[in-house]
């Protein structure tokens, strides 16, 4: 039998370029670089036979890319389109399924506060959606929609508990951008973001923990002792980044009353014109009453309340939340003692090194919040203070 076939190839310099590039390509897929070999080495007379035996491959390979290549050019390299497998399930039963993930159980009936893939597969059954179908299959359906129905998040509409939201937020929000009642704050006035971080556990870990080492994370003993609670009392300085604060046995007025005499009694908050303390409504500073109780021992302080449920606001939250990660989780304390001294040294240390955050929140964010709560709770939702 003749080894000569009678597809001649005749390559253009383009169709070299391209084929000799798949040839030499340690990325690309194995069969197209195979398929470009076959047709550089055909494009060179050699026999198909001789093709083979060099890529280790059947004659019969060799044959089919040489035809698909001299009837097609490149593009006759490429796979051609494969019918697959009938679809098992129609659009509309697809769609039917994920409607279903999207209601809550309670609704059908069902004694059940979220669905799970397995569920949702019973209930398309007992729906007769579909005759017989898998808890996979509904989660692959699931997934390209980003549909989660066994996760929830929690939110509040903050109207429904402070109906001056709005108003007591963008005053906050104006002092970040160093503006107080329409009017740019001058150089010796300041900003406090205040608050405490109260139940501060003194845990003991029963046994020493490891270091990590190559190839083993740090390990922490599950149980602990417990050794008392602490409250930790911190004013921040916006636009300073600095932070004072002090350790109190508790929470309370008394405590929190020391914590703004040690910051007006400070420089340069001493000396200013005016120092403003954003605070929120805890039962340290709440109220009219913590207003005046502050106006009255301290003429340049001016107490600004955050509005109900916009703790978030508050930037001292943010360095709390440093302070947990790189101070005290996971907590291994002797004592009291031990914690407050961490506590205060961690505060020193970021002293010297601190930035003021990046803080982007504006109004304009607060109302688009506030108006996308509003059409959730109620369409018909005007936010007046806007």
């Given at each position: 039998?003749?080894?000569c076939?009678?597809?001649?190839i ?6 070299t ?10 990325r ?16 060179t ?5 001789a093709?083979?035996?060099d890529l280790?491959?059947?004659?019969d390979?060799v044959r089919?890319w040489?035809?698909r290549?001299?009837?097609h050019g ?8 494969r019918s ?5 399930f129609?659009?509309v ?8 993930a ?5 609704e059908t009936g069902?004694?059940l ?6 569920e949702?597969a019973?209930?398309v059954?007992?729906?007769s959606?579909?005759?017989a ?5 509904v989660?692959?359906?699931l997934?390209?929609?980003a ?12 109207r429904?508990r ?10 906050v ?8 009642q ?8 300041y900003v ?15 046994h020493?923990g490891?270091p990590p080492?190559?190839?083993r994370?740090?390990?922490?003993e ?25 350790i109190?046995?508790?929470?309370g007025?008394a405590?929190?009353?020391?914590l703004?005499a040690?910051?007006m009694t400070?420089e340069?908050?001493a ?7 954003v ?5 340290s500073?709440n109220?009219q009453?913590?207003i005046?109780?502050?106006n009255a021992?301290?003429?340049t302080a001016?107490l600004?309340h ?5 703790s ?5 939250e943010i ?7 790189k101070?005290?989780s996971?907590?291994d304390?002797?004592d009291?003692d031990?914690?407050?001294e961490?506590?205060l040294a961690?505060?020193?240390?970021y002293?010297n ?9 504006t ?10 709560l509003g059409d959730r ?7 007046t203070?806007?």
């Amino acid at each position: 039998m003749s080894n000569c076939s009678p597809f001649i190839i005749v390559l253009s310099q383009l169709e070299t370029s391209v084929l000799s590039a798949r040839a030499r390509s340690g990325r690309g897929q194995h069969r197209d670089v195979i398929r470009a070999r076959i047709v550089l080495a055909a494009a060179t007379g050699r026999p198909n036979a001789a093709i083979a035996t060099d890529l280790g491959i059947s004659i019969d390979t060799v044959r089919k890319w040489r035809r698909r290549f001299a009837a097609h050019g490149i593009s006759g390299l490429d796979d051609l389109p494969r019918s697959g497998r009938p679809r098992t399930f129609t659009p509309v039963q697809v769609a039917q399924v994920k409607a279903l993930a999207c209601t809550l159980p309670a609704e059908t009936g069902l004694p059940l506060s979220r669905w799970s893939g397995t569920e949702l597969a019973a209930e398309v059954r007992a729906r007769s959606i579909a005759e017989a179908i898998s808890a996979s299959t509904v989660q692959r359906w699931l997934r390209a929609d980003a549909i989660k129905p066994w996760q929830h998040r929690s939110w509040i509409f903050p109207r429904d508990r402070d109906r001056d939201f709005a108003a007591k937020a963008a005053r906050v929000l104006d002092l970040y951008r160093r503006c107080w009642q329409d009017e740019p704050l001058g150089p010796d006035d300041y900003v406090i973001s205040a608050d405490e971080k109260s139940q501060l556990q003194a845990l003991r870990r029963r046994h020493p923990g490891l270091p990590p080492g190559p190839g083993r994370t740090r390990r922490v003993e599950f149980e602990y002792r417990r050794g008392g609670t602490l409250a930790y009392f911190a004013a921040y300085d916006v636009h300073r980044a600095q932070v004072l604060g002090r350790i109190a046995p508790k929470t309370g007025i008394a405590p929190f009353t020391d914590l703004v005499a040690q910051v007006m009694t400070t420089e340069p908050y001493a000396s200013a014109r005016r120092v403003f303390w954003v605070v929120d409504n805890g039962s340290s500073h709440n109220g009219q009453r913590s207003i005046d109780r502050i106006n009255a021992a301290w003429p340049t302080a001016t107490l600004v309340h955050l509005p109900v449920h916009a703790s978030w606001l508050n930037q001292v939250e943010i360095y709390f939340s440093i302070l947990q990660r790189k101070a005290i989780s996971p907590a291994d304390f002797a004592d009291l003692d031990h914690l407050a001294e961490r506590v205060l040294a961690f505060q020193k240390r970021y002293n010297n090194t601190a930035e003021p955050f990046d803080w982007t929140y504006t109004r304009d964010d607060l109302h688009a919040f506030l108006r996308r709560l509003g059409d959730r709770a109620n369409p018909n939702y005007q936010d007046t203070a806007a």
